[in-house]
């Protein structure tokens, strides 16, 4: 079964071109957008509660200062994670993964990404997609017949984190490995340990990649180091890739046909980075 029936663009940090990052404000701006696919970052607080964030400091995107890990879930939820985006965001909070899985149920297919490196940080994620009803749906047959896509996905450029991961999940459930160089001997571990897709920086797909990873058994998909990089996405698409992480949704893609509303909400900073 093909894991994507179609190339997906998947809101990176959700709508984050026009939303502050991994804010319930940009996930929902990203699915009233259009998107299908939405992903944020995963750490574990001070008292180890999943929380959505990117960085390993608070101090670029909300107004405190310090290591996530060294703020108690109550800590990190008190912070203002909006204003550095605009005023109009302020009072945007930390989501926990908790909430972003009760939220969206239903409404999105989701990406998450491992990005601290807890050892027991893959077994809390594990069962609150259990304890959510995440597992269950993502494991449904019909559901992976009908949209030929999976629901889930759990990605990570630490490759303990994605083995763990793996050990407390569903087989069925799709594992990613992110690269920051391609290498064969990644690709080789990726194919060797059951992982679904491979994504190194998309600078760094060809058609030659791609080739390699299909006799694997592996798609590719990409991230990218800046935004302006995006833009070159529609290179990695015709490389064979099967997705990418996108800031912002280019001015004449389809999504955007459909939800003429997006138009006004563009800024024109995403209209001429992706014109």
């Known amino acids: 079964m093909l894991m994507f029936s179609n190339f997906v663009l998947i809101a990176h940090r959700g709508f984050s071109a026009q939303a502050p990052e991994n804010t319930i404000a940009a996930f929902d701006l990203a ?19 999943p929380v959505v964030f990117h960085d390993f400091t608070v101090d670029r995107t909300t107004n405190g200062k310090g290591r996530v890990d060294a ?28 909430e972003i899985l009760l939220i969206y149920r239903g409404r999105a297919n989701i ?36 949209f030929r896509r999976p629901l889930l996905i759990i990605s990570s450029f630490d490759r ?11 087989h069925s ?11 064969d001997e990644s690709l080789q571990w990726a194919a ?6 491979y994504n190194p920086d998309g600078k760094d797909i060809t ?31 015709a490389s064979g890739a099967s997705s990418t992480f996108i800031d912002a949704l280019p001015r004449r893609h389809p999504l955007i046909a459909r939800h003429p509303a997006l138009k006004h909400a563009l800024t024109q900073v995403t209209q001429d980075l992706l014109q």
């Open 71 to 98: 703020h108690t879930f109550d800590e990190l939820q008190a912070l203002d994670a909006g204003s550095w985006f605009d005023a109009s965001f302020a009072g945007q909070h930390i989501p926990s993964l908790k």
């Open 31 to 49: 699915i009233e957008s259009g998107y299908t696919d939405i992903e944020f970052d995963i750490q574990l607080s001070k008292d180890g509660v």
């Open 207 to 237: 058609p030659e990649l791609v080739r390699k990873a299909h006799k694997l058994n592996l798609h590719v998909g990409a991230w990218w180091w800046t935004r302006e990089e995006q833009i070159a996405y529609p290179n990695i698409r």
């Open 192 to 197: 060797d340990h059951g992982i679904r897709s």
């Open 160 to 170: 303990m984190q994605v083995a763990r991961s793996m050990e407390r999940l569903p």
């Open 173 to 183: 459930i799709v594992h990613e490995l992110l690269v920051e160089n391609v290498s």
């Open 111 to 146: 990406h998450i990404e491992l990005k601290s490196i807890e050892p027991d940080m893959p077994l809390k994620v594990a069962e609150l997609l259990a304890s959510t009803g995440w597992v269950d749906d993502a494991t449904a047959l019909p559901y992976l017949r009908a």
